[in-house]
Nanobody, 124 residues
Framework: QVQLVESGGGLVQAGGSLRLSCAASGRTFSSRAMGWFRQAPGKEREFVGGISRSGLATDYAEFVKGRFTISRDNAKNTLYLQMNSLKPEDTAVYHC?????????????????WGQGTQVTVSS
């Protein structure tokens, strides 16, 4: 059993920054790849970034590459998403998720635990 709780969302102006955190409980955090996904109103949940269990390999959706950075601290059982140069189109509920594997993946069906999400709103 893995429980995930996101925090750090809020309201920012375009061009601003936010750092999201995902606190995980459970004994298997360090063995799982982790991912960030987002869901905007009226849209499907989409992949934002992924990170391997060791933190050495990362992957990003093209629309956030160069702006967002995913990282993890296995000693603290915490996943992070640093978001810079935010745009209004980044507005969404951001979810962290734990994968069934140790390698990063963009496939939603390879994640078996999900947080409730944190709202990110970027104003023009």
């Amino acid at each position: 059993q893995v429980q995930l709780v996101e925090s750090g969302g809020g309201l920012v102006q375009a061009g601003g920054s936010l750092r999201l955190s995902c606190a995980a409980s459970g004994r298997t955090f360090s063995s799982r790849a982790m991912g960030w996904f987002r869901q905007a109103p009226g849209k499907e949940r989409e992949f934002v970034g992924g990170i391997s269990r060791s933190g050495l390999a990362t992957d990003y959706a093209e629309f956030v590459k160069g702006r967002f950075t995913i990282s993890r601290d296995n000693a603290k059982n915490t996943l992070y998403l640093q978001m810079n140069s935010l745009k209004p189109e980044d507005t969404a509920v951001y979810h962290c998720a734990a994968a069934m594997t140790g390698a990063w993946t963009r496939n939603l069906y390879e994640y078996d635990y999900w947080g409730q999400g944190t709202q990110v709103t970027v104003s023009s």
